[in-house]
Nanobody
């Protein structure tokens, strides 16, 4: 089992930046894929960014050029740097990880962007 805990959420104004962090504990040597999801009120959960097993990255079109995902395998942490935030980025952000697919989840951290 892997446990994930997010931190770094909060309230910011449009145009500002925020950095989310996630720490993994447990069977972390099995983790090959990491990522971040988000869920806004009344909307489905969506994949925001992912680092694949081969180091390649994926970003949702809505965040390309603004968000950057990173991972520190030694410290078992991952981060999501979010720049130029927009009100539509408001959501609960979830850290995710897994061996092949993203099947471990954190409890989420709230990000609110005011206009």
């Amino acid at each position: 089992q892997v446990q994930l805990v997010e931190s770094g959420g909060g309230l910011v104004q449009a145009g500002e930046s925020l950095r989310l962090s996630c720490t993994a504990t447990g069977y972390t040597w099995n983790i090959n894929v990491v990522g971040w999801y988000r869920q806004a009120p009344g909307k489905e959960r969506e994949l925001v960014a992912r680092i694949n097993y081969d180091g390649t990255t994926y970003y949702a079109d809505s965040v390309k050029g603004r968000f950057t995902i990173s991972r520190d395998k030694v410290m078992d942490t991952q981060a999501l740097q979010m720049n130029s935030l927009k009100p539509e980025d408001t959501a609960v952000y979830y850290c995710a990880a897994g061996r092949v697919v993203l099947d471990y989840w954190g409890k989420g951290t709230q990000v609110t962007v005011s206009s």
